[in-house]
Every structure is written in C-alpha cells, then in structure tokens.
C-alpha cells in the first residue's frame, strides 16, 4: 500500500501561484511514477501533470502548460506541483496519483489516490 498526503491548497488570486505537496509512504517512493489530477465541480476528473519515477520526464495537459511545474524528491518521498499564473478555471480538488514504474495520464490506471486538497483561484 502506498498513502499520499496532499497539502498546500487555499484560496488565491487570479495571477498568483501556489505549490502542492504530495507526501507518500508505504512502498519505495521512487518505484512510483507519480501524477496530479484535478476535479471542478461538475466536471470530470482530469489530467494534469505527470512525473516518471526519476523525475526525468515530465508531461503537462495543454491547459496548464507553461504554467505549472511538476517536480519529485525521492529522498523526501514527495512530489510537487508548483502552479504559477493561476486562473479561475484552475480551480477545483487537486489530487495526487500514484503507479508502479510508466507514468500515466489516465486517472483509471493509477493504483493510489490522496484524499485531494481545495484550490479556489478568485477573478
């Protein structure tokens, strides 16, 4: 069993950032690819930022590209999302997603889930 923990989430202006933490443990950390996804009220979940176990590869959804960063410390047992430029439409229950060794962008085909932390983006 892997448990993540999921904090950093609040209320914050449109233009402004913050950065989500996501602290796992259980099972070895890096054999764990790792993956945040997001849920607006009355949407359905989706994608948006994916890291591979070493942290070399990164992939990003379009809406989010070039704003937020995606980053891991093994060491630490924890994955990152620092989100910059945030928007209105960025707002919902961000959650953590873990699987064993290939990331994924299908939310279904992740093994371990944190309990999400609200993120609001006021205009």
């Known amino acids: 069993q892997v448990q993540l923990v999921e904090s950093g989430g609040g209320l914050v202006q449109a233009g402004g950032s913050l950065r989500l933490s996501c602290l796992a443990s259980?099972?070895?950390?890096?054999?764990?690819?790792m993956a945040w996804f997001r849920q607006a009220p009355g949407k359905e979940r989706e994608f948006v930022a994916a890291i591979s176990r070493s942290g070399g590869t990164t992939r990003y959804a379009d809406s989010v590209k070039g704003r937020f960063t995606i980053s891991r410390d093994n060491a630490k047992n924890t994955v990152y999302l620092q989100k910059d430029s945030l928007k209105p439409e960025d707002t919902g229950v961000y959650y953590c997603?873990?699987?064993?060794?290939?990331?994924?962008?299908?939310?279904?085909?992740?093994?371990?889930w944190g309990q999400g932390t609200q993120v609001t983006v006021s205009s």
């Open positions: 259980g099972r070895t950390f890096s054999n764990y690819a």
């Open positions: 997603a873990a699987r064993p060794w290939e990331y994924s962008t299908n939310w279904y085909s992740h093994n371990y």
